[in-house]
Every structure is written in C-alpha cells, then in structure tokens.
C-alpha cells in the first residue's frame, strides 16, 4: 500500500512545485521522495524521485532528505532560475532502492552517501 505521509508546495513562475514524502508497501521500494511541477495547464512533470527501502535508517534519512529539498526551494523564494539550476543539481544525485525482484538496471543506492553528506549540512 502506498501513503503520502506528507506533501508541501511551493509557487514558482513555471508552475507549483510539490515534495511528497510517500511511504510505500513491503513489496515496493519503501520510504521515497518524489519532486513534482504541476504546470498551468495542469499537467504534471516528474522532477526528481529517490528512495531508501525498509532499512533500520531508511525513514530518517527520506525525512531529512525531504526537509533539505524543502528548505532550499523554500529558499529560492519564487526565482525560476535558480530553482532550474537546482533541479539540474538534484537530477545528478541518484538514489533508488533496488528490489530483489526488480528488472530495471540501476545501481542500488547508488548516491546515498551524497544525500548523507548534504543533510548532514542543514
């Protein structure tokens, strides 16, 4: 079963810009963040997704990674080109959570020691 444990937005010229922190069943890839643009037109463009699976860290580190994406675009104050720029930094820190039963390639976690390092700066 998946939940939005929780959901924030924020008014930028291209659009709202949503985080979800989302709480995903045993058999999915567990604790995740996804970043949205809901555009005018009320179209939706996927901006940035990681997860962390059921791991005895797994809820803290999503809940901080949550709240550091939140505390920059909070920061950036409406300016689309530094949420652009900010986006283009995010879509470089990979980290998905790797299923025993998953077919897709990527590596398993891949950018967590990133995302470890820039919550740790908060």
Partial sequence: MTEIADAVQYKFPSGIVQI???QNGENNCGYEILLELKK???QHELLGKWSFGHEAWSSNVWDQWGVYIEKRIKELEEDQESLDEFIDELGGID???M???HV???N???DLEVIKQLIAEL
Avoid: V
Wanted: include cysteine.
């Fill in 40 to 42: 005018d037109n009320n």
């Fill in 104 to 106: 897709e390639p990527y």
């Fill in 99 to 101: 299923l025993f039963n």
């Fill in 20 to 22: 979800f922190w989302i």
């Fill in 108 to 110: 398993h976690l891949e």
């Fill in 95 to 97: 980290c998905r959570y």
